[in-house]
C-alpha cells in the first residue's frame, strides 16, 4: 500500500541517531511528568490547578506574535545550511535576535497592560485566589520573555541538528522540575504554594534558556551576541512571518482560546480537566514530536538543495510513521482511559476521560498534516496557504463559543476541533499540489488509506476483549497485549512497504545477533 523510496543511508543514519538520542530523553521526561502532575494535582488541589493551567495559558496567548517568527527563524536558518551560505546565516541570525529583543519589550509592555486588566477583571477566578493568580501571571510573563528572547538560539539547535545537546539538556531540565515539585509537596514551610511553584519552575526554564544561548555561542558560528538589522533579510522573514501570523493566531484561538472560553462558561475545573487531558497528550505526543524534531530539517534541507524525490519520501513515510508511533500508544489508553486515570490521580476532575479520548483522538488527526506544514514553510510561499489554512483553523473559536454559547457539553469544543483539523488536511494537500506538484491522489492512498485501514484492523480484537471483560488489572492488561500486537502485526503486514518490511527485519536480525552473539 505504500510507494517505494530509496533514501540516502547516511540521511537515515542521522535521522535515526537524532530520533533516538530525543527518545532517550523523552521516555525519561514522560516519567518524570505523570509522576508530578498527579502531585501537583494533589498538591495544589483542583482549583489551584486549574487556575495554573488557564492563568499560563492566557499568558501563552501573548506568543501570537511570536510565534510566527519562531517558524519563521527556524525555516530561514535550516534552508541556509541547506544551501551553505555562512554569511547569510549569520544575518539571519543577527536580525531574528534583533526582533525577538525588541518583541520581548513589546509584550511587557501589552501584559502589564491588557493583560492585567482582562485577568482581574473579565476571568473566572475566585476571589480569595486572586493575588495568587497575578503572582502566576507575573512569573510567567518573565518566563515568556526569556524563552523569546532564547529563540534564535534553540532554533539554531534543530537547524544544526544537535539532538543530543537537547536531549542532555531536557534530562537535566526534568531533574529541575521535579525537585522543585517534591520541594513544595514535602517542605516544612508554610507558604502559598500555588505562588511559590510558579516562581521556582520560573528559575528553572531561566536555567534552561542561559543554558541553550551558551552552548549555541560556543559551537555555532553564526550564534554570536550582537544586534544587528539586514534589510535584506528583515523583509524575507517579515514578509513569511506576517502570513504565518494568521496560523499561529489560529492555533492559539484553537488552545488557548477555547481553554478560556471553558474558563468564562465552566469555571476553573474544567480548565482542570483540560490541564489533565493535555498532560496525557503531552506524554503520548512527545514520541512523534522527537521524530518530527529529528525529520522536520531534513525535508527542509532536501527542498533547498533541489532533492524533490527525496523530499517527498520523507513527507509521506514522516506522516505515516508518526501516525503508526502516536497510534500505538494511543490505543490501549483509549480504551482503558477511566482506568488508567484512576491509578494514576485516584480522583480526577468531571469530563476528564473524555477530554482525554477526544484531544488523543484529535492529535492522530493533526499528525497527518505535520509533514505537510514543514513541505510548506520550507517553500517559503505561504501567503495563500495561511489565509486559507489559517481562516479555516480560525473556525474553531468561533463555533465553540456558539456550541457552549447553546449550552452543549464541554466535550463539544474538540469535536469541533476534530472536524476543523480534517478540513485542514484536505487544505494542505490542495495547495501543495499546487505548490510542489504534490500527488494528492498518492498521498491519500499511501498516507490516508494506509493508516485508516492500519486502525481498523487493529481495534478488531482489543474490542471483543473489551466489550466481554469487566474492568479491572485483568482487563487492563489484557487490551494492552491485544492492543500492541495487533497493532504492530497490522503496520508490519499492511502499513509498510516491501522494503520497508525488509529493514524492519534487517534490524531485528541485527539485534538478535547482538543479543545472542
Avoid at 132 to 155: H, K, R, T
Avoid at 259 to 279: D, E, K, Q, T, Y
Wanted: charged share 10%; with cysteine; hydrophobic share 50%.
Amino acid at each position: 500500500m505504500s510507494t517505494e523510496y530509496n533514501i540516502p543511508k547516511t540521511n537515515n543514519k542521522r535521522i535515526a541517531k537524532n530520533t533516538l538520542m530525543l527518545y532517550m530523553r523523552m521516555m525519561f521526561s514522560m516519567l518524570v511528568s505523570l509522576y508530578t502532575s498527579r502531585v501537583v494535582l494533589n498538591m495544589l488541589g483542583v482549583e489551584d490547578y486549574g487556575i495554573y493551567n488557564v492563568v499560563g495559558g492566557f499568558v501563552a496567548m501573548f506568543s501570537l506574535i511570536s510565534n510566527s517568527l519562531s517558524a519563521s527563524t527556524g525555516r530561514f536558518l535550516t534552508f541556509e545550511l541547506g544551501k551553505g551560505d555562512m554569511q547569510r546565516l549569520k544575518q539571519v541570525f543577527s536580525t531574528s535576535l534583533t526582533i525577538h529583543a525588541i518583541l520581548a519589550v513589546a509584550v511587557l509592555l501589552l501584559a502589564e497592560t491588557i493583560g492585567i486588566w482582562f485577568l482581574n477583571e473579565r476571568m473566572t477566578i475566585p476571589t480569595v485566589r486572586l493575588h495568587a493568580a497575578n503572582w502566576v501571571f507575573q512569573a510567567s510573563v518573565f518566563a515568556f520573555m526569556m524563552g523569546l528572547f532564547s529563540v534564535p538560539y534553540s532554533a539554531s539547535i534543530v537547524s544544526h541538528e544537535k539532538m543530543s545537546f537537547f536531549a542532555y539538556l531536557g534530562i537535566f531540565d526534568v531533574l529541575m522540575r521535579l525537585g522543585v515539585v517534591l520541594f513544595i509537596a514535602y517542605s516544612p514551610w508554610q507558604f502559598d504554594r500555588l505562588i511559590i511553584y510558579a516562581m521556582l519552575l520560573v528559575g528553572v526554564s531561566v536555567i534552561w534558556q542561559l543554558a541553550n544561548m551558551i552552548y549555541c555561542s560556543r559551537h555555532f558560528q553564526e550564534c554570536k551576541l550582537q544586534f544587528a538589522f539586514h534589510s535584506d533579510n528583515w523583509k524575507e522573514m517579515s514578509s513569511f512571518a506576517g502570513w504565518n501570523f494568521i496560523g499561529c493566531t489560529a492555533g492559539l484561538l484553537k488552545d488557548q482560546g477555547v481553554n478560556l472560553l471553558l474558563n468564562l462558561f465552566m469555571g476553573p475545573v474544567l480548565n482542570a480537566a483540560r490541564g489533565v487531558a493535555l498532560s496525557v497528550n503531552t506524554a503520548v505526543g512527545s514520541f512523534v514530536g522527537n521524530f518530527m524534531a529529528a525529520l522536520s530539517p531534513q525535508i527542509t534541507k532536501s527542498y533547498a538543495a533541489g532533492e524533490y524525490f527525496y523530499m517527498m519520501s520523507l513527507v509521506e513515510r514522516g506522516a505515516r510513521f508518526s501516525f503508526y508511533i502516536l497510534f500505538l500508544l494511543t490505543l490501549p489508553i483509549l480504551f482503558e482511559t477511566e482506568f488508567i486515570l484512576t491509578l494514576w490521580l485516584n480522583d480526577f476532575p468531571p469530563h476528564t476521560v473524555n477530554f482525554v479520548r477526544l484531544i488523543l483522538l484529535l492529535s492522530l488527526s493533526d499528525v497527518l498534516s505535520n509533514t505537510l506544514i514543514t513541505l510548506q514553510n520550507a517553500t517559503g510561499k505561504i501567503r495563500n496557504y495561511q489565509i486559507a489554512v489559517g481562516g479555516a483553523l480560525m473556525l474553531n473559536f468561533p463555533i465553540s463559543y456558539l456550541c457552549l454559547k447553546m449550552g452543549c457539553v464541554p466535550e463539544s469544543v474538540f469535536i469541533v476541533a476534530l472536524i476543523v483539523s480534517v478540513l485542514c488536511l484536505i487544505l494542505r494537500l490542495l495547495f501543495l499540489r499546487r505548490m510542489v506538484q504534490l500527488s494528492v491522489k498518492q498521498y491519500l492512498y499511501s498516507v490516508c488509506l494506509n493508516v485508516l485501514s492500519v486502525s481498523l484492523i487493529s481495534v478488531i480484537i482489543p474490542i471483543l476483549v473489551y466489550s466481554q471483560m469487566e474492568e479491572g488489572w485483568a482487563r487492563f492488561l489484557s487490551i494492552i497485549f491485544c492492543c500492541m500486537v495487533c497493532s504492530a502485526l497490522s503496520i508490519y503486514l499492511v502499513g509498510c512497504s516491501m522494503s520497508e518490511r525488509k529493514f524492519i527485519l534487517e534490524r531485528v536480525r541485527l539485534m538478535k545477533k547482538r543479543i545472542i552473539g
